[in-house]
């Protein structure tokens, strides 16, 4: 069982900044990729940000130059990325949610896990 949590949602003024953080952990042998969806009310899930195996990191084009997505090295089969938002807009407002995929210690191999998501709120 592999699962995969997000924090660090709340509510703040334009021009602000906040911190997601998203864990995985569980019966993970290794990350292929961890990204960071977003889906504000009324529309459809973007991807915003991915961190792959090899440091690879891309971006919408949208929150080019304000966000950046970085990775922790495994703790305790814990894995942990976190997406650095800043200069917020009012349109940045959405559930923002972890994506992660991998290997598993164990059969099936493969996953491809979602958190419950985590509130973003930006005023104007």
């Known amino acids: 069982q592999v699962q995969v949590a997000e924090s660090g949602g709340g509510l703040v003024q334009a021009g602000g900044s906040l911190r997601l953080s998203c864990v995985a952990y569980g019966t993970i042998l290794s990350i292929n990729r961890m990204a960071w969806y977003r889906q504000g009310q009324g529309k459809q899930r973007e991807l915003v940000a991915t961190f792959s195996s090899g440091g690879t990191t891309n971006y919408a084009d949208s929150v080019k130059g304000r966000f950046t997505i970085t990775r922790e090295d495994a703790r305790n089969n814990m894995y942990t990325a976190y997406l650095q938002m800043n200069s917020l807009k009012p349109e940045d407002t959405a559930v923002y949610y972890c994506?992660?995929?991998?290997?598993?210690?164990?059969?099936?191999?493969?996953?491809?896990?979602w958190g419950q998501g985590t509130l973003v709120t930006v005023s104007s």
């Open positions: 994506n992660v995929d991998g290997l598993r210690t164990i059969l099936p191999r493969n996953f491809d896990v």
